[in-house]
């Protein structure tokens, strides 16, 4: 370029402004930029968070299925508690009209006790019982002693074998 003169120098004073101006401008613009990414971040970050809102609706949806799966199983329950209980009013009543039936008056009862004094058994059929019980155990008492002094079968088994043995010992020497 060439010489400048005093005609130009207004104008390098407005390219200069200018220049300023656009680098203020560029400043302005990287701030802008640092905001747009920290807007970016925050919206990631909100899309994050919705994301997990979604899937704690679902989640909330899953147990809301169950609860309802529950309460039709209880629904089931309460009717059954409730057929159960009719069947258990059919049986009181049932259970009423047998009482009812065996209910007996205080006559009927003492003359069944004296009927039942009638066959018992008098002084002389008891001393003769009685009489009867201690020849019982006179015998028992004597079958006991016998048992006691006999040789249980194995025992004598057992000897038997020893003297056996003893014996072909004795032929042998």
Do not use: C
Not at 88 to 96: H, M
């Amino acid at each position: 370029m060439g010489k400048t003169t005093v005609k130009d120098r207004p104008l390098i004073k407005k390219v200069d402004y200018l220049g300023v101006k656009v680098s203020h401008l560029d400043v302005k613009v990287g701030h802008l930029d640092t905001r747009v990414g920290n807007l970016e971040v925050k919206v990631d970050n909100l899309d994050t968070k919705v994301d997990n809102l979604e899937v704690k609706v679902d989640h909330i949806d899953t147990k809301l299925d169950r609860l309802e799966v529950n309460f039709v199983h209880l629904t089931a329950k309460v009717d059954n508690l409730t057929d159960n209980l009719s069947n258990l009013t059919d049986t009181v009543g049932n259970l009423a009209g047998t009482v009812d039936r065996l209910t007996m008056t205080l006559d009927d009862l003492a003359a069944m006790v004296a009927r039942g004094f009638e066959h018992m058994a008098t002084k002389d059929d008891i001393a003769f019982l009685s009489k009867r019980i201690d020849l019982l155990e006179d015998g028992h008492e004597q079958i006991l002693l016998r048992l006691e002094n006999t040789v249980y079968r194995f025992e004598h088994q057992d000897l038997e074998k020893r003297v056996i043995k003893l014996e072909n010992k004795q032929a042998k020497i």
